[in-house]
């Protein structure tokens, strides 16, 4: 039987691809499918023949604005990162929340992120089932602390522990009071109490689906039953047809390096721009950077700008990839086996590049505030010429060749239906 399966995608396009690969999967078996995301995604999500639920608020946006810069700023300190998060958010929940309940009226079942619990909130309201999407680790575990507390590990395995309940709690109590006003006002619930959502979703049980890979993330053994750590949730796009420049360009010469910060937008592109070329130019290999041709610096015959070329298409074609680290960017460059260097700018993005590193599949990461020419030249021929992280690379690649990501998620959410 037809369900009708919402899936709330907040965040990049790294957030929204996974949610589109798991939507194909699941309208593939029969199932009435609802993506709700900022409307620059609403292309993407109708090309996969998913139904479009477009929010007004876009993250995109957000980063360009001064409060978004602070945010960036925040680096790897949760409390600052999350204040930050709820001085931007705070303002416009209101509008944002109401647009997701009337995405979201018709839903027999709710797939969200942790963020704020919002899924939980509309379940209860809707009277359906939920389950919640890790992007990162965030179920508690005393094998390693939460990839925003990384200092938790001197404090041994309780402290790792510990540290989740406390990034669940920040979250929560920066949230509280504009969700338990929409609980109120809007979906005739009583509010939560301090403690929170999470603490009542664990409790419970409430399935939670990991979209990244053992291969990075071995599944602790104190997780519960109901997480599932399922594997990537890769979207594989439809055929491709590159612009006659960036097809001239890559077959010009030997594969360039990729370097691209996603949504993330530095305070001065331009001085970005020039920071990159010029250590592409030092570590003497060619280059294709993410921007704008109108707006950025010219290329030349070594250093090619692009705008959107979809990474799925793009990243087989380089000789290694550099990037801020999303979850989603980092699994596309990894899935191809392709060495990896993070250049991260905060929450999740250290976790990754760490992990990455401790895989062998690419040097240390460099905070994106730290990065020099000298710096990033070093790292990127470290990635080119050090046979152990070209092996890195490839194994990961291999091992992540033979994952169904999003078969087994859609598997779990079909037992979960009504």
Sequence with gaps: MQRTVVLLALGSRGDIQPCVALGCELAARGHRVRVIAAARYAALIGAAGLEAASLSIDPG?????????????GGRNPVRFLRNFRRILGPLAERLLGEILRAAEDADFVLAPTA????????????????????QPSHPTRAFPHPLLPQARYLGRRGNELSFRLV????????RTFLNDWRRSSLGLPPMSLRGPMHRLRREGRPALCCFSPVLVPRPPDWP??????????????????PEELASFLSAGPAPVYVGFGSMVPSDPVETHDLVVAALRAARVRGVVQGDPKHELPGS???????????????PHMAAVVHHGGAGTTATGLRYGIPTLVCPFFGDQPYWGERVAAMSAGPAPIPF????????????????????????????????TYEKGTAKAADIIESLLP
Aim: glycine letters at 8%; zero cysteines.
């Design 168 to 175: 669940d709690q920040i979250a929560w109590q920066l949230a």
């Design 116 to 135: 704020g619990a919002l899924g939980e909130h509309l379940a209860e309201h809707l009277g359906v089932p939920s389950a919640l999407i890790h992007y």
């Design 301 to 315: 015959d070594d250093v090619l700008v692009i705008e959107d070329v979809p990474h799925s298409w793009l990243f």
């Design 225 to 242: 039953e109901n997480v599932h750590v399922t594997g990537y949730w890769f979207l594989d796009e439809p055929a491709y047809r590159p």
């Design 61 to 73: 946006d957000v980063l360009n604005t001064e409060e978004g810069q602070r945010l960036l700023a």
């Design 369 to 400: 505030r730290s990065l020099t020419v000298e710096g990033l030249a070093d790292a990127i021929r470290q990635a080119l010429k050090d046979p152990a992280i070209q092996t890195g690379a490839y194994r990961v690649g291999d091992r992540l």
